[in-house]
């Protein structure tokens, strides 16, 4: 069980304010309070499609529902979702996926990948 420590215990760091040129970072690390929305829901997926335009960066989830063979060519999938987001957010969430990975295979060992 995590300790609580009372206000006294605990050494508060001096807030440094950014100067005008340097931008101000907000870090995903801080205490977060998350709320779902009414439409939230929770999706699985093994095909993902990635679209890139100047402006955005979209990924389109979907379920293999018949993998091809040898009497079909293609394959079957059906879309589940898309996430839309700024070039900016996706590169972030690339560098945490990264991160995420890195210490999942840390601790677990490596994925393998089939070919």
Same mark, same amino acid.
């Given at each position: !069980?995590? @300790? @609580?420590? *009372? @206000?006294?215990? &605990? ?7 950014? #100067?005008? #040129? =340097?931008? *101000? &970072? ?7 309070? +998350?709320?779902? #929305? ?9 095909? *993902? ?12 989830? $979907? +379920?293999?529902?018949?993998?091809? $063979?040898?009497?079909?060519? #293609?394959?079957?999938? *059906?879309? +589940?979702?898309? +996430?839309? !987001? ?8 690339? !560098? ?8 999942? =295979? ?10």
């Amino acid at each position: !069980m995590a @300790k @609580k420590h *009372t @206000k006294a215990e &605990v050494q508060e760091k001096p807030r440094v304010e950014p #100067s005008a #040129s =340097e931008p *101000t &970072v907000i870090r995903a690390n801080l205490n977060r309070q +998350v709320t779902p #929305s009414p439409g939230f829901v929770s999706l699985y997926t093994n095909d *993902t499609q990635v679209q890139i335009s100047p402006w955005d960066i979209r990924l389109i989830f $979907g +379920v293999i529902t018949q993998p091809p $063979g040898a009497d079909l060519a #293609s394959i079957s999938i *059906t879309t +589940v979702g898309e +996430v839309r !987001m700024s070039p900016q957010h996706a590169k972030r969430v690339t !560098m945490i996926l990264l991160q995420q990975l890195k210490l999942y =295979e840390e601790s677990i060992g490596p994925l393998q990948i089939p070919d």
